[in-house]
């Protein structure tokens, strides 16, 4: 069960996003009159396929999952009827081309925008930007930042959340700036204070920006009284209630949630006594934390959230909402911004400026994927959109064999008022393969050293 938690989200991501894609493709070429012959969900030998609509074009479910293509009309592919000639891609103008070729990549862009809309439509719980005490002798310890100190703008851009926080942060250590971070205190208080992020490292192996600065989130001690129980859940099957407040499992003695969490975690498929006060009262029962897994590694759950004690939550977290217009307007620049941090990390590293251990294949983005499924609806919804926004970036590369080689060719082809020869599009995409293959396996190296790691 613990391989199929990542195994069923990755796939159900990679479907949408891929289907999304030569979707794109697809209904481009037919508002520009041009015949599709199959629409492929996945490569290899066919699982399943059927015909239907005007042109019977073929819909397949293929071996391959990883990826999927549209077949069109051709004549450098097969001999086509007379009759069906001007049906066919070839025969279009460069401009329905590349509209055609663009629709997939900007697909996954719009998925992403719709996506981010219906989010901030509904509204996003998100952790405050509210910081807890800095690391000793840290760069934020010597800047002054404070216990409790809470964090509205970076450089005069304003945050709302922790993941806006370390956003900005991340573009800032990119161009190793030194940023004035705007905070408030509990009395109100607005400070302005100075980081220096020159030093501060993008490494998706190594510690986050804000962590290797000194920052870190508040997590205020919250008791551990017991929320909500999941029906059928180890807590619900011991006789535990909402409201019970746990003081001890097995030996130790629990103090606040965080303890509670980890004496469950340390014990997966164990029998523990429990001990915990209800209405003035002690009440002791007996508990197996159901075993999961988690980065490779069993931990114990019970099933239960913790109680909002005293309206601490609401400390800890803020609910993100705007109007349809404005939405809209944030799911545009979210994908923008995304869509502008990729192409500038990709570029950095291929000049050496940030490490190539970057790079993710299937094993991690899979890993993502289950681990955003776990944490709720929101989550996973922001996974997607954020690796729809990556698949369009990959496909606009200028690299043969993916989308944005063949807009290349095309606008060459506007240049020099004629199409790429066919030897050259053959050698582009032999040279294509190459550099897509070498991508993979470097991307899969990654993912093998990171599971090592773990």
């Known amino acids: 069960m613990g391989l199929l938690d990542y195994v069923l989200p990755f796939l159900l991501a990679l479907g949408i996003l891929i289907v999304v894609h030569e979707f794109g493709h697809y209904s481009v070429a037919r508002l520009c009159g041009v015949k599709v012959l199959r629409f492929s969900l996945g490569f290899g030998k066919p699982l399943l396929m059927r015909r239907f609509g005007p042109d019977q074009t073929e819909w397949v479910l293929s071996a391959f999952p990883l990826g999927g293509y549209v077949k069109m009309l051709d004549e450098r592919e097969a001999p086509v009827p007379a009759h069906e000639q001007h049906r066919a891609f070839n025969r279009q103008t460069v401009w329905r081309r590349i509209a055609i070729v663009a629709a997939g990549p900007l697909a996954n862009f719009v998925l992403a925008i719709v996506l981010y809309w219906g989010l901030y439509v509904g509204g996003v719980e998100e952790l405050r930007p509210r910081l807890g005490p800095p690391v000793a002798a840290s760069l934020a310890e ?86 909500k129980l999941s029906p059928g859940g180890a807590a619900e099957a011991a006789g535990l209630r909402e409201g019970d407040r746990v003081v001890r499992i097995g030996e130790k003695t629990v103090e606040d949630w965080t303890e509670l969490v980890m004496a469950v975690r340390e014990a997966p498929g164990q029998t523990l006594e429990a001990e915990v006060v209800r209405d003035g009262g002690a009440y002791v029962t007996r508990i197996v934390p159901v075993s999961v897994e988690e980065n490779g590694r069993a931990i114990g759950r019970i099933g239960v959230g913790v109680a909002d004690a005293e309206g601490r939550r609401e400390l800890m977290f803020v609910t993100v909402r705007y109007d349809s217009l404005d939405a809209l307007g944030k799911g545009l620049r979210q994908t923008w911004d995304t869509a502008a941090l990729s192409l500038s990390v990709m570029g950095r590293m291929i000049v050496g400026e940030v490490s ?94 990171r599971l090592v790691a773990s």
């Open 142 to 227: 010597q800047a002054g930042f404070a216990d409790g100190d809470v964090v509205r703008s970076v450089d005069g851009r304003p945050v709302q959340t922790w993941q806006e926080f370390r956003w900005e942060l991340i573009n800032d250590a990119l161009d190793k700036r030194v940023v004035v971070i705007e905070t408030i205190n509990d009395t109100r208080e607005i400070v302005f204070r100075k980081l220096d992020l020159s030093a501060a490292t993008v490494d998706q192996d190594k510690q986050d920006i804000a962590t290797q600065v000194g920052l870190t989130l508040q997590r205020p001690k919250l008791p551990a009284v017991l929320g």
């Open 356 to 449: 190539v251990k970057n790079l993710s294949g299937p094993v991690t983005i899979a890993d993502f994927a289950g681990q955003s499924a776990r944490m709720g609806f929101s989550h996973y919804i922001k996974f997607l959109a954020l690796i729809s926004i990556s698949l369009g970036v990959l496909n606009l590369l200028p690299v043969p064999v993916l989308d944005g080689g063949h807009l290349l060719y095309y606008v060459i082809e506007i240049i020099k008022g004629g199409p790429v020869s066919e030897r050259v599009m053959e050698i582009g995409q032999q040279i294509g393969m190459a550099l897509l293959a070498a991508l993979m396996a470097f991307a899969f190296y990654n993912d093998i050293n």
